[in-house]
């Protein structure tokens, strides 16, 4: 039976295009979730693996959907084989049960680890730089200016908060949050 395993990192990603894939693979089972590939513990992972037998097949989009590191992919593959199992990865073919199957699944786990390290220190020095500029703010930029948030809280003192929502476009959750600041300061 072939299995299909489909994940992405945060919450507001979508796991559509990777499933789709699976199902155009013919996968007749997909374990999907959204959770950090940086945990070792992914349940939707562990079930798949206690789940499949000798003579199965897993199948996921790209290496990076299926483990954490080189050692990690290296290792689960290992097992799969001992048990049985066969890997595809779509971006990179069948996984062989051979030496050089082995190997060149190594090669790519590798590469697969030091890509993610680097979109990391890349982040990190980008932020360090970020972070040297007087205009620095940590998180998503603001959507409205002061100007416009003490606007919106003008209005409320005669307005609903639905009807300054409406007026303005600020969510009544972001004038909640003005409100109890400007309280505070």
């Known amino acids: 039976m072939k299995y299909g395993y489909a994940r992405v990192s945060t919450v507001g990603q979508d796991l559509e295009s990777q499933v789709t894939q699976l199902k155009a693979e013919g996968c007749e089972i997909i374990y999907s979730e959204k959770f950090t590939g940086t945990k070792k513990s992914r349940p939707e992972f562990m079930k ?3 789940t499949v037998n000798q003579g199965d097949m897993i199948v996921v989009t790209k290496l990076d959907r299926f483990a954490r590191s080189a050692a990690d992919a290296i290792s689960i593959v290992r097992d799969l084989f001992n048990r049985g199992i066969r890997v595809h990865i ?3 073919g069948l996984i062989e049960n051979t030496p ?3 190997l060149i699944f190594t090669i790519m786990s590798g590469f697969a680890e030091f890509e993610r390290d680097m ?3 890349r982040t990190q020095e980008g932020k360090a730089i970020a972070k040297q500029r007087d205009d620095y703010r940590e998180g998503r930029p603001r959507l409205y200016s002061k100007k416009q948030i003490e606007h919106a ?3 409320l003192e005669s307005h609903s908060y639905k009807e300054v929502e409406q007026l303005t476009g600020i969510s009544k959750s972001t004038l909640i949050r003005a409100k109890r600041k400007k309280a505070v300061n």
């Open 90 to 92: 779509l971006n990179m």
């Open 153 to 155: 809280l003008g209005l």
């Open 119 to 121: 979109i990391v220190e």
């Open 48 to 50: 798949l693996l206690e």
């Open 100 to 102: 050089t199957g082995k």
